[in-house]
């Protein structure tokens, strides 16, 4: 039996938006993937971690276009001090935006991870984060993505899940991935 998981201090929520997880555009598995995060937004609120949602700003003419239902983040934000809303033009939710200094002035030194999309701004963000020296969980079953489809004379379609898992294992051996979000536990970070 596995020791229990060490607590992590924040939940950045990735890109969790009304384009991306309902309707015809929404990833496969999108009811699960709600459900996860909204569970692990639950314990993370309870246990007085910091909650940070990025919410991406599309160019024109895309789904996540801003000021767009689609742009929109499709699960309520509760806001205050120990929850905010991040918005941000790049996959990386730290490039261009405060995400670091909001973590730091927290006293954030570890995190979980989840949203979508796994290979492109959960990958982005989570990979950053590992640089900057953070503690990095990312639950296997809270983040998604798209399939990929075929390309020709390059190779087959490859579902989501497979591409979301290879995305895990491109971010190397730091960070911890967990089969389950039930397994991700929070605490209230210290002072920064």
């Not at 699960?32 to 940070?52: I, K, N, P």
């Amino acid at each position: 039996m596995n020791a229990p998981l060490a607590p992590v201090e924040a939940l950045i929520v990735v890109d969790v938006q009304s384009a991306f997880v309902s309707g015809a555009g929404a990833v496969p598995g999108a009811a699960r993937l709600l459900d996860r995060v909204e569970g692990l937004l639950a314990r993370a609120r309870a246990a007085g971690a910091l909650v940070v949602h990025l919410q991406n700003d599309g160019a024109e003419g895309e789904p996540d276009e801003p000021r767009t239902p689609g742009w929109e983040l499709h699960l309520p934000v509760r806001g205050g001090e120990m929850e905010v809303v991040v918005r941000k033009a790049e996959d990386d939710g730290f490039e261009g935006t405060p995400l670091e200094e909001l973590l730091d002035g927290a006293g954030v030194r570890a995190l979980a991870v989840c949203g979508v999309m796994s290979e492109m701004c959960v990958l982005a963000t989570a990979r950053r984060a590992l640089r900057l020296d953070y503690r990095v969980v990312l639950p296997h079953d809270a983040h998604a993505t798209y399939d990929i489809p075929a390309a020709e004379g390059i190779g087959e379609a490859v579902p989501a899940a497979t591409a979301s898992r290879v995305a895990e294992w491109a971010l190397g051996d730091e960070v911890e991935v967990v089969p389950y979000a039930a397994e991700v536990a929070f605490a209230a970070p210290g002072p920064g």
